[in-house]
């Protein structure tokens, strides 16, 4: 257990100036600035996603032998990656942690994307989490892949109205086998994956979504609607055969991220009606 845990807080319940805010952006601008082959850099952890590593777990993911695998480690292998990221971004600034975007509030409902992610500047500052570095993508590099330069990640976000509802979670929520719950929860991150990548913005696509900063405020609202469905029906919920199944790249397997305090972090409280 860690002496201290890290407190991931909603994103809409931070100032834009606020200390834990500030921490956030500084740490994501250092990272952003660092280039892709070095592995503290933003476009290292976000081409374990998708390009060019393409590690990410999400539906029935085909193996290395082109057998569909009959488990699905959704979302064990996204807890893993947010904490690797949340470990380099404390490594640029001691105080950061990641945010949450809860999408199914009624802020979010009125303006979409938070302030916090959409806001171009703060100050004199340009804003580093409206937007990521992504690597050029080289000819021959990935097949079905075409070349493209080095570039910013772009968004297309749709009617906030359309963004998934309280009522959709706590529907997930109410579910008892794991491999459901994980599966209908999947149908709604898609959701707001194409929600906000539009119709050419990355998000919308596996390839490029993890480029984008809002990818992982994202998934810690998914991961946190785990967390909440392990507080109903239990943090060792999940079929015992995946107990020890690897999270590559990552060192870890599925055991060892069922427990977020054992990974030394908390969510911070809302008044969301799915608490």
């Known amino acids: 257990m860690a002496n201290r845990l890290t407190l991931r807080q909603n994103i809409e319940s931070l100032e834009l100036t606020s200390s834990g805010l500030v921490a956030f952006r500084d740490a994501v601008a250092k990272m952003q600035a660092l280039s892709a082959d070095d592995n503290r850099s933003w476009m290292f952890l976000a081409g374990y996603h998708g390009f060019p590593q393409f590690q990410c777990w999400h539906g029935g993911r085909i193996g290395l032998n082109q057998q569909a695998l009959t488990y699905d480690l959704f979302l064990p292998w996204h807890r893993a990656y947010l904490i690797t ?144 469905w392990q507080l109903r029906h239990g943090v060792q919920n999940v079929p015992p055969d995946y107990m020890n199944k690897p999270l590559a790249p990552f060192p870890l397997t599925v055991g060892d991220v069922l427990d977020i305090h054992r990974l030394g972090y908390e969510y911070a409280q809302a008044s969301s009606s799915h608490d």
């Open 85 to 228: 990221m949340e470990h380099t971004l404390r490594d640029q600034n001691a105080a950061a942690a990641l945010p949450w975007w809860d999408w199914t509030s009624s802020g979010s409902h009125r303006v979409g994307v938070p302030l916090a992610y959409s806001t171009r500047r703060i100050g004199k500052t340009p804003n580093p989490l409206i937007n990521g570095p992504v690597p050029e993508v080289r000819s021959g590099r990935v097949p079905g892949l075409p070349p493209s330069p080095a570039r910013k990640t772009t968004r297309a976000p749709g009617d906030p109205e359309d963004l998934p509802t309280a009522d959709q979670v706590n529907s997930v929520l109410a579910l008892t086998d794991f491999v459901d719950f994980s599966q209908q929860l999947q149908d709604i991150h898609d959701q707001v994956h194409g929600w906000t990548g539009g119709r050419n913005g990355d998000m919308g696509t596996i390839v490029f979504a993890g480029f984008d900063p809002i990818f992982f405020a994202h998934h810690c609202m998914i991961d946190r609607i785990w967390y909440l």
